[in-house]
Nanobody, 121 residues
């Protein structure tokens, strides 16, 4: 069994910063791509940022230059530093990891439980 635990969300004023973390634990052989998604009320879940096992990154246009995704393979953790936050960044943020549970298992996708980020004055 694999569990993903997110932390770091909260209430912040416009222009402020937050750092999200997502730690994976359990039966993990190797982790591939990691990503952060978000879902605002009444809207579809959207990809915010992703990072490959080789640390190549991609960002949604709306967050480029403000958000930075990173990973610590030794800790099975993915981070997202969010700066210059705007009210439109308000959403529930979810981490997503693709991993293998042992040497001959297929790649599986796991989701965190979500953490609320609210940007408001």
């Amino acid at each position: 069994q694999v569990q993903l635990v997110e932390s770091g969300g909260g209430l912040v004023q416009p222009g402020g910063s937050l750092r999200l973390s997502c730690v994976a634990s359990g039966s993990i052989f190797t982790i591939g791509a990691m990503a952060w998604y978000r879902q605002a009320p009444g809207q579809q879940r959207e990809l915010v940022a992703s990072i490959t096992s080789g640390s190549s990154t991609r960002y949604a246009d709306s967050v480029k230059g403000r958000f930075t995704i990173s990973r610590d393979n030794a800790k099975n953790t993915v981070y997202m530093q969010m700066n210059s936050l705007k009210p439109e960044d308000t959403a529930v943020y979810y981490c997503n990891l693709n991993l293998r549970t042992d040497w001959n298992s297929p790649w599986l996708s796991f989701w965190g439980q979500g953490t609320q980020v609210t940007v408001s004055s």
